[in-house]
């Protein structure tokens, strides 16, 4: 499969737990992208990165969430100390920046619920 | 920043009808427009886009139209089948490699 892979596809947490995700993009993509989604809600744009470099970062983007993508590769998002609002799907997509730029493809996401 | 706006939130078509959904952005720095079907329990999936160059674009029984000086945009499905269910959105972004502004939906069921 060549498409962008997250992991796990479902997590369940305590509230004061950390949580953290992993994305995958399609292999030659340097840009990668995460969203959150709440139920009934379209994405919202969390940040992103070019290659290992963090570009920007959303206000969403509370000091209880980092993300990370050392080798510019795969990318991981974590959580800290989770509330119950931290509940949503969270959604990586990727895309390339180039000669051939391409559009952003999305992977299936990740869905947290916080108990 | 970007805001996108979408209507209606829901729409309820009969088999082989047409449906319309349209949407409104605010940034004029805007200059690409994707829509995303998504399915249950999936992530966002393009169905086709639109850059500010052109007005119109079409694939099969979808469409999409810009209106850039409105900052309107909407897509248009032709003879609509079961499978064309899910929850549609409307985008705006500066180019098809920047962070996308989605907007909040819609949610088509085709009745057979």
């Known amino acids: 499969d060549t498409g962008v892979s997250q992991d796990p596809r479902h997590k369940i947490t305590k509230r004061g737990q950390n949580v953290t995700f992993r994305c995958d993009p399609i292999s030659e993509h340097n840009r990668l992208y995460w969203y959150r989604q709440t139920l009934g809600q379209g994405p919202e744009f969390l940040t992103y990165?070019?290659?290992?470099?963090?570009?920007?970062k959303s206000r969403l983007l509370s000091d209880r969430f980092s993300a990370e993508r050392p080798k510019g590769s795969f990318s991981t998002l974590e959580i800290q100390r989770t509330e119950q609002g931290d509940s949503a799907m969270y959604l990586c997509?990727?895309?390339?920046?180039?000669?051939?730029?391409?559009?952003?493809?999305f992977g299936q996401g990740t869905r947290l619920t916080v108990v | 920043g970007e805001n996108v706006e979408q209507h209606p939130s829901t729409l309820s078509v009969q088999e082989g009808d047409s449906a319309v959904i349209k949407c409104t952005y605010s940034d004029s720095a805007s200059n690409y427009f994707p829509w995303y079907k998504q399915e249950l329990g999936k992530g966002p999936q393009l169905i086709i886009d639109?850059?500010?160059?052109?007005g119109e674009k079409k694939d099969q029984r979808i469409a999409v139209t810009l209106n850039k000086t409105a900052k309107h945009f909407s897509l248009h499905i032709t003879e609509t089948q079961p499978e064309d269910s899910a929850v549609y959105f409307c985008a705006a972004a500066e180019t098809s490699y920047d962070k996308v502004i989605f907007g909040p939906g819609t949610s088509l069921s085709v009745i057979p």
């Open positions: 639109i850059r500010s160059n052109v």
């Open positions: 990165f070019q290659n290992e470099a963090q570009l920007e």
């Open positions: 997509a990727s895309s390339l920046l180039g000669q051939l730029n391409t559009e952003a493809f």
